[in-house]
């Protein structure tokens, strides 16, 4: 009898624990669907805000903007975009971090699709995130 007993509360153990881990998932899925993250480029005279999906929120130019070329303005609110970018993919891994563990197999394949769609800047375009 002690083997069923035993048997019993390991499943129950195990339930309890799978359990755990699917509300943890869930609350990380909440979390990071909520996130933004922000950018800004030339003193802020160009300032981003991007979702966690990647899509661009809100582009703000300051009057600062005119004395661009149309190409250095693309430029810098490429960069500027990247940057919100960056902010999204920390703010995820902060996230992972808080709710599943960086290190479980849910935060592992959670933080290398943000790494994924949002690389960082020097490894997309050869700048830093001082330029």
Sequence with gaps: ????????????????QVDEQAQ??????RRVAGLTGSGSGLDSAVRVT???SGQLERLELDDRVRGLTGADLAREITATIRRAEADVAARVAEQVRQTVGADSETGRAVMHSFESRFP????????HDGA
Aim: charged fraction near 40%; hydrophobic fraction near 35%.
């Design 24 to 29: 943890r998932n869930v609350e990380l899925a």
């Design 120 to 127: 960082p800047r020097d490894e997309r375009d050869g700048t």
């Design 1 to 16: 009898m002690d083997d069923i007993d035993a048997a019993e509360d390991w499943l129950e153990s195990w339930a309890s």
């Design 50 to 52: 991007v979702r966690s």
